[in-house]
T-cell receptor, first 109, second 113 residues
Framework: EDQVTQSPEALRLQEGESSSLNCSYT??????LFWYRQDPGKGPEFLFT???AGEEKEKERLKATLTKKESFLHITAPKPEDSATYLC??????????FGTGTSLTVIP | EPEVTQTPSHQVTQMGQEVILRCVPI?????FYWYRQILGQKVEFLVS????????KSEIFDDQFSVERPDGSNFTLKIRSTKLEDSAMYFC???????????FGPGTRLTVT
């Protein structure tokens, strides 16, 4: 069965304190791994797509990496506006995305 | 920048009533989806739609649910007889093609009393 596990569930960082979020997955025939940001009461907002092991994508303070079993979202020198829930989703051979439960990030000024 | 829109933002209904949630996907996208998120839980897939028919559905998407593309721009989710456990955020999403990024709308919060 296709599964996605994210850790930690919650993370509190001081402004400027870098860290990483983990997404472990089990999927038949990975077609893509997707990172989203979700603010309270809003829809998921697309951040990155990764398609193959070894791939890396970067945007401002965020960098996403992919191996055959997991993905990391690295946050460098975070700011309070980076506070949100970060969701990981995978797509296998079907159309649906399988989402993890997310990591709730709080960045303290 | 094109975006997925959804209406209404919040719908309150009584148990047993029918509701229709509406979505306008991004205009050049061919695949459309509905997901739901119960408060505090993960985003769950309901159904995908392509070429005017359902291409995939989950176990959640039972006979109480239906989807329709009534015209060239709208995509709807109908729940025939709502239950308390249908209370959730419902997200519409669209993608140009399967395997590509799914862009999500802002959601409709459905409250069943």
């Amino acid at each position: 069965e296709d599964q996605v596990t994210q850790s930690p569930e919650a993370l509190r960082l001081q402004e400027g304190e870098s860290s990483s979020l983990n997404c472990s997955y089990t999927v038949s025939g990975l077609r893509g791994l997707f990172w989203y940001r979700q603010d309270p009461g809003k829809g998921p907002e697309f951040l990155f797509t990764l398609y193959s092991a070894g791939e890396e994508k970067e945007k401002e303070r965020l960098k996403a990496t992919l191996t055959k079993k997991e993905s990391f979202l690295h946050i460098t020198a975070p700011k309070p506006e980076d506070s949100a829930t970060y969701l990981c989703a995978v797509q296998g051979t079907g159309n649906q995305f399988y989402f993890g439960t997310g990591t709730s990030l709080t960045v303290i000024p | 920048e094109p975006e997925v829109t959804q209406t209404p933002s919040h719908q309150v209904t009584q148990m047993g009533q029918e509701v229709i949630l509406r979505c306008v996907p991004i205009s050049n996208h061919l695949y459309f989806y509905w997901y739901r998120q119960i408060l505090g839980q993960k985003v769950e897939f309901l159904v995908s739609f392509y070429n005017n028919e359902i291409s995939e559905k989950s176990e959640i998407f039972d006979d109480q649910f239906s989807v329709e593309r009534p015209d060239g721009s709208n995509f709807t989710l109908k729940i025939r007889s709502t239950k308390l456990e249908d209370s959730a955020m419902y997200f519409c999403a669209s993608s140009r093609w399967t395997g590509e990024v799914q862009y999500f709308g802002p959601g409709t919060r459905l409250t069943v009393t």
